[in-house]
């Protein structure tokens, strides 16, 4: 199977679908649809790293997997770089600036974007990063995602939306973006020990 070719129309129809639910979506389906972008620039930045790297180009890093030389040469920097896609994802996320951008247009273009630039720097950093450097970063993603269901239901009462949508959109989260992140993941670590 070409996984390079999968992630990009897995990250371009990502993107698609995304902008769609955000422009059409209530208010809290708007705010989870910002997982679409986020994700998808995370694959297509993967994407970009790897399909712009020639075969001779990779290299066999201390963990025993093959990289392109771009990430070992940019290794010193990658915690730096995915502090500076997560700032250009995190504030859109805040109630002030969220609020807005549900009102005012191009502050609703811009949030989309920005997500998908900071998806993008983290996906194409993340190469770079060790195997446990990886894990750790995914274990922070998920306590994330706890604070981020918590937010829902703040913004649940900020814009007067009853609890049964709240759940609903909460099991979209769920089973529409978190189950498959999990699973890949899953599936890069069960590759990674080399059990499949």
Same mark, same amino acid.
């Given at each position: 199977?070409?996984?390079?070719?999968?992630?990009?129309?897995?990250?371009?129809?990502?993107?698609?679908?995304?902008?769609?639910?955000?422009?059409?979506?209530?208010?809290?389906?708007?705010?989870?649809?910002?997982?679409?972008?986020?994700?998808?620039?995370?694959?297509?930045?993967?994407?970009?790293?790897?399909?712009?790297?020639?075969?001779?180009?990779?290299?066999?890093?201390?963990?025993?997997?093959?990289?392109?030389?771009?990430?070992?040469?940019?290794?010193?920097?990658?915690?730096?770089?995915?502090?500076? @896609?997560?700032?250009?994802?995190?504030?859109?996320?805040?109630?002030?600036?969220?609020?807005?951008?549900?009102?005012?247009?191009?502050?609703?273009?811009?949030?989309?974007?920005?997500?998908?630039?900071? @998806?993008?720097?983290? @996906?194409?950093?993340?190469?770079?990063?060790?195997?446990?450097?990886?894990?750790?970063?995914?274990?922070?993603?998920?306590?994330?995602?706890?604070?981020?269901?918590?937010?829902?239901?703040?913004?649940?009462?900020?814009?007067?939306?009853?609890?049964?949508?709240?759940?609903?959109?909460?099991?979209?989260?769920?089973?529409?973006?978190?189950?498959?992140?999990?699973?890949?993941?899953?599936?890069?670590?069960?590759?990674?020990?080399?059990?499949?």
């Amino acid at each position: 199977m070409n996984f390079l070719k999968l992630g990009e129309v897995i990250g371009i129809a990502l993107l698609f679908f995304a902008a769609v639910i955000y422009i059409l979506g209530d208010p809290l389906l708007r705010l989870i649809s910002y997982q679409g972008p986020i994700l998808s620039g995370g694959l297509l930045g993967w994407y970009v790293l790897h399909s712009s790297t020639p075969n001779e180009k990779y290299v066999e890093d201390q963990d025993g997997e093959r990289v392109p030389v771009t990430s070992i040469l940019i290794r010193g920097r990658a915690w730096l770089l995915i502090l500076v @896609g997560i700032m250009l994802m995190v504030p859109w996320f805040t109630p002030q600036i969220y609020s807005v951008a549900l009102h005012e247009q191009m502050i609703f273009v811009m949030s989309f974007i920005f997500q998908f630039i900071g @998806g993008f720097v983290v @996906g194409y950093v993340l190469p770079s990063l060790k195997f446990m450097e990886k894990f750790i970063l995914y274990s922070l993603g998920f306590g994330a995602d706890l604070f981020f269901v918590l937010l829902l239901y703040v913004y649940s009462n900020l814009f007067d939306i009853s609890q049964t949508v709240l759940l609903n959109n909460v099991l979209v989260l769920v089973y529409g973006v978190k189950l498959l992140e999990g699973i890949m993941f899953g599936v890069y670590i069960v590759r990674r020990i080399n059990a499949i």
